[in-house]
């Protein structure tokens, strides 16, 4: 089974600090993606990398950035976090078929 | 622009009554189609997958979905509904590639004794 796995489950910080989101899967998965999930939104795709140093922007780039420096990991960076990225986050990868999932991580910027 | 459509928000069922849950998709040709399911607290779980040939698939715990290419739908459907399938359920769909995908906006489920 494929194991994707989310770095923390529920994290809280201070607008203005840099936060780090990190993802890691087992299954030597080529592309990897990050959402983020908001009531009555569903699930907005923020980036996507499909190699490693390759990453593509998503529908909402703006305030996010990435690193995929290894295969199995891939990082989303809020360079100055703000209260409207109060959230949770997804992580997912797959290969050629369909997305596997992390338990997600609920961020709280106070 | 390609999008998906689950029309209804909440959804609530009496257990043991059968469930379908709609879903509308809009792509350029026959997309790739998922259903996931979300319980509280957790990420998505894949319940099936259409990529192509027979157009009913099975998927776990007891669901199916149908793909009907000339309504551009891919409904879930279900029996027999069991109190621990209350959760939310998100329809999907991908043109292949990377396998970047567009969600719908969830149907949540909720079971009635």
């Known amino acids: 089974d494929v194991k994707v796995t989310q770095s923390s489950r529920y994290l809280v910080k201070r607008t203005g600090e840099k936060v780090f989101l990190e993802c890691v899967q087992d299954?030597?998965?080529?592309?990897m993606f990050w959402y983020r999930q908001d009531p009555g939104l569903g699930l907005r795709l923020i980036y996507f990398?499909?190699?490693?140093?390759?990453?593509e922007k998503g529908d909402i780039p703006e305030g996010y950035s990435v690193s995929r420096e290894k295969k199995e990991r891939f990082s989303l960076i809020l360079e100055s976090a703000s209260t409207n990225q109060t959230s949770m986050y997804l992580c997912?990868?797959?290969?050629?078929?369909?997305?596997?999932f992390g338990d997600g991580t609920r961020l709280s910027i106070l | 622009a390609q999008s998906v459509t689950q029309p209804d928000i909440h959804i609530t069922v009496s257990e043991g009554a059968s469930l379908e849950l709609r879903c509308n998709y809009s792509?350029?040709?026959?997309?790739?189609l998922f259903w996931y399911v979300q319980s509280p607290g957790q990420g998505l779980q894949l319940l099936l997958k259409?990529?192509?040939?027979?157009?009913l698939v099975q998927g776990i715990k007891g669901f199916e979905a149908e793909f009907k290419r000339s309504q551009s739908s891919f409904n879930l459907r279900k029996p027999s509904v069991h109190w621990s399938d209350a959760a939310e359920y998100f329809c999907?769909?991908?043109?292949?590639?990377?396998?970047?995908?567009?969600f719908g906006i969830g149907t949540k489920l909720q079971v009635i004794p």
């Open positions: 792509y350029g040709a026959t997309p790739y």
């Open positions: 999907a769909a991908g043109d292949g590639g990377y396998q970047k995908v567009t």
């Open positions: 299954m030597d998965h080529e592309n």
């Open positions: 990398s499909y190699d490693v140093k390759m990453k």
């Open positions: 259409y990529f192509s040939g027979d157009t």
């Open positions: 997912a990868s797959s290969l050629r078929g369909p997305q596997h």
